[in-house]
């Protein structure tokens, strides 16, 4: 028979606090910018930059709702747009998306070599007690 695994706790991963973040694909900057119209009750946004907050609006303030629209009629209505989009629409999404990836990857580059030389200065410990 094979042990309950019931009782034991399971040991979650945690993501290194120093690691970069993963990059937002089109359809997530296109997400950010038609859920931010949609709030504020605005224009289409054309540009997945529009943010006047720049880097520092990925943090959250709060998460008081605004009463506006429900998450699964928001996500509905954005993926229905999204999937109507034409391509001339979505390029700038798509374009950002490639830089993003791009920056991501050089990060995570050297993120990983940072890894490595940390590993290779560790000194070593002996359980010969």
Do not use: C, M
Not at 35 to 43: D, E, F, H, Q, V
């Amino acid at each position: 028979t094979t042990p309950s695994t019931s009782g034991a706790k399971k040991r979650s991963w945690k993501k290194p606090a120093d690691k970069p973040k993963r990059p937002l694909s089109a359809y997530n900057l296109f997400f950010k910018a038609e859920r931010a119209r949609l709030i504020s009750g605005g224009t289409p946004s054309s540009s997945p930059t529009d943010d006047p907050n720049g880097a520092d609006a990925n943090k959250r303030k709060h998460r008081k709702s605004h009463g506006k629209i429900g998450f699964a009629a928001l996500a509905q209505n954005i993926a229905g747009k999204w999937k109507t989009l034409s391509a001339k629409d979505r390029r700038p999404f798509e374009e950002k998306a490639a830089v993003e990836k791009a920056r991501y990857r050089k990060e995570l580059e050297v993120w990983q070599r940072v890894q490595k030389e940390k590993k290779l200065n560790e000194p070593i410990t002996s359980n010969d007690g």
